[in-house]
């Protein structure tokens, strides 16, 4: 396969790729009202998107604004269903093929068969190597400062002109990347986004693994740990990369960023990992605490959303079953008045 995407837009525009991606985009939208709609002149919609795509005049539509508080406070961009449309043809026609495949194998946000849990099985599995070869080690643990916020549009377009060379294609790259009212950082609602933002910190593991030379490493989104074998190499690896991100990606580590000797463990994905064990982190038994005693309430007044509550329940419990947790789901389960009503934890 090419290093470079050549020869491909047109080949690609077409009704039955963009067919193909408006069946993709209607599985993961929660609301079928807009699908429904766009599904009354399905051909007609489909056929004025790739008529607007070829002669340069398609614009993205209004974007709809909401806040989200779990896991954090986030502002959330969310633009019609047309252009969800056009964002998994954009993405399945181009990054997915020539793109991905570029991507290290210890990068695992948005990837298939990869993803939280198994981010976590590598990080150990390297932590135990560490522990097996330098019987203590450092673990540097890394964020981006309000990342998708604080994305530099005009890097991220220099980023992506590495990979294409088809003038077509890149045209309506810059189109995805700078058609909102957004000066700096791009919307975490697009389908677009986490994936730029993934070819975006690509460059950062390329750089650790192959100038750097350093193996131990894992990125999941913006997360990402390295483990070292000593305090001073953590230190100057930490002013390299923190070097490396501001002067090439134009961005900024978060403060919390820091090394740590490896019996403190360290949080990641989810989990509080040790070599030997992992531990929920407090937020999850906060979180799920909480939950139940607001369940448990609503059961006691006969008004429980038994559906929704036992699908939450079992979330939680399967995110549970990847760490050492079997005590404190007992725990758990016996608080709850309606324990009849779940399977037997």
Not at 59 to 86: M, Q, S
Not at 240 to 254: D, Q
């Amino acid at each position: 396969m090419s290093k470079t995407i050549k020869n491909e837009f047109m080949k690609r525009l077409t009704v039955i790729k963009m067919w193909e991606a408006h069946n993709r985009a209607k599985q993961q939208k929660a609301s079928k009202v807009t699908v429904m709609k766009f599904e009354l002149d399905l051909e007609n919609n489909l056929s004025n998107l790739v008529s607007q795509i070829k002669k340069g005049t398609y614009h993205a539509g209004k974007y709809h604004n909401f806040t989200i508080y779990e896991p954090k406070e986030r502002l959330i961009r969310a633009l019609p269903y047309r252009d969800r449309v056009v964002h998994q043809w954009y993405v399945h026609e181009f990054i997915k093929p020539y793109i991905e495949p570029k991507f290290i194998i210890d990068s695992y946000a948005c990837l298939e068969n990869r993803g939280t849990h198994k981010a976590v099985e590598k990080l150990q599995y390297y932590m135990r190597i560490m522990k097996r070869e330098y019987g203590s080690y450092y673990i540097i643990k890394c964020d981006i400062k309000k990342f998708f916020y604080n994305i530099h549009k005009e890097t991220l377009f220099l980023i992506m002109k590495k990979h294409i060379a088809d003038k077509k294609l890149l045209d309506f790259t810059w189109h995805l990347i700078f058609d909102d009212d957004m000066e700096l950082g791009i919307p975490i609602g697009n389908y677009t986004s986490q994936f730029f933002a993934n070819i975006l910190l690509n460059e950062l593991d390329h750089y650790v693994k192959e100038q750097l030379h350093l193996k131990y490493y894992i990125r999941y989104m913006d997360d990402f740990i390295i483990l070292v074998p000593g305090k001073e190499e953590a230190k100057q690896v930490l002013l390299v990369v923190k070097s490396y991100i501001e002067k090439n990606l134009k961005l900024e580590l978060n403060h919390k960023s820091r090394y740590m000797p490896n019996h403190f463990g360290v949080t990641f994905c989810g989990y509080r990992i040790f070599e030997t064990h992992r531990l929920l982190k407090q937020r999850s038994k906060k979180k799920i605490r909480k939950k139940i005693k607001k369940w448990n309430q609503h059961y006691l007044c006969g008004n429980l959303d038994e559906t929704y509550a036992i699908a939450s329940w079992n979330s939680w419990v399967a995110h549970s079953n990847h760490c050492n947790s079997y005590h404190y789901q007992k725990k758990m389960y016996e608080s709850c008045l309606w324990k009849n009503k779940l399977p037997s934890s």
